[in-house]
């Protein structure tokens, strides 16, 4: 689980700062964990990875809020059959 919380702490700084230049970051670390993760446990991680994502996103307002919604919509990519 150490990918799984490297991944939720990096995802926290970068919605707490809201900055949209930081996309690609979060995107590349949710990529970085499911690349780390075996296949059996990948959906369930990043269900819990969104599930950190929607309770800070709950948390704030204005770009950050925004900045949640777009990693959230990004998981949900990821969650989505291929």
Do not use: W
Not at 24 to 36: K, M, Q
Not at 43 to 49: E, F, K, N, P, Q
Not at 57 to 82: K, Q, S
């Amino acid at each position: 689980m150490p990918h799984l919380n490297n991944c939720l702490e990096i995802l926290r700084r970068l919605i707490a700062k809201g900055d949209a230049n930081g996309i690609p970051l979060a995107e590349r670390a949710i990529n970085e964990y499911l690349e780390a993760t075996p296949v059996a446990a990948r959906r369930s991680g990043l269900r819990l990875l969104q599930d950190g994502v929607l309770k800070q996103r709950d948390a704030v307002v204005g770009d950050r809020r925004e900045f949640a919604e777009t990693v959230n919509a990004y998981i949900e990519r990821m969650l989505a059959p291929p």
